[in-house]
Antibody, heavy 115, light 112 residues
Framework: QVQLVQSGAEMKKPGASVKVSCKPS????????IIWVRQAAGQGLEWMGW????????GYVQKFQGRVTMTSNTSISTAYMELSSLRSEDTAVYYC????????WGQGTLVTVSS | DVVMTQSPLSLPVTLGQAASISCRSS???????????LHWVQQRPGQSPRRLVY???NRDSGVPDTFSGSGSGTDFTLKISRVEAEDVGVYYC?????????FGQGTKLEIK
């Protein structure tokens, strides 16, 4: 069955960077884009961008342009989302999701930004 | 950006009764090639979101047939014919027709 397993919770200071990993299984990694969505506590869902494991192409929502980098390592079938210049407002659960139609979701990674 | 407006934002429902969630978009969600990129996602308390319905009306595998999606253009609806306890959670519509994809604010379904 399809699963996306993400790395564990992170605690960072303002101004630092965080890198979250996402390891899908149950399908061919290069067959689907990886989408990243975040959710602040008690809030709704927010698209961040997408990454093609095949080509390395990316598309970022303007709000995150310049601060987010989405990459992958096809040899270990793992996707990554790095967010830099962290601020308290970035405290959220970050989800990796399979494909533009969002058919399978990871378990989420809580990133806490606090001094 | 396309604004997705859901109503109601809170939906108290008696077990066994029907429920309906509306989702309206600020622009038509019909692609130039004819399909409509509108999906529904359920988030149960403490869980990751899970897709329920894709392209307006296609139920995902394992989703009970008490759930149905409908609509076109800018107006969409998710209906639950008989609410069960496991349906408690927040429901989001999402459009992927226009960049960037956007979600509705969410509708919280609870049992009366």
């Amino acid at each position: 069955q399809v699963q996306l397993v993400q790395s564990g919770a992170e605690m960072k200071k303002p101004g630092a960077s965080v890198k979250v990993s996402c390891k899908p299984s149950g399908y061919t990694f290069t067959s689907y884009h990886i989408i990243w969505v975040r959710q602040a506590a008690g809030q709704g869902l927010e698209w961040m961008g997408w990454m093609s494991p095949t080509s390395g192409d990316t598309g970022y929502v303007q709000k995150f342009q310049g601060r987010v980098t989405m990459t992958s390592n096809t040899s270990i079938s793992t996707a990554y989302m790095e967010l830099s210049s962290l601020r308290s407002e970035d405290t959220a659960v970050y989800y990796c999701v399979r494909g533009f139609w969002l058919d399978f979701w990871g378990q989420g990674t809580l990133v806490t930004v606090s001094s | 950006d396309v604004v997705m407006t859901q109503s109601p934002l809170s939906l108290p429902v008696t077990l066994g009764q029907a429920a309906s969630i509306s989702c309206r978009s600020s622009q038509s969600l019909v692609h130039s090639d004819g399909y409509t990129d509108l999906h529904w996602v359920q988030q149960r308390p403490g869980q990751s979101p899970r897709r329920l319905v894709y392209q307006v009306s296609n139920r995902d595998s394992g989703v009970p047939d008490t759930f149905s999606g409908s609509g076109s253009g800018t107006d969409f609806t998710l209906k639950i014919s008989r609410v069960e306890a496991e349906d408690v959670g927040v429901y989001y519509c999402m459009q992927g027709t226009h960049w960037p994809p956007t979600f509705g604010q969410g509708t919280k379904l609870e049992i009366k």
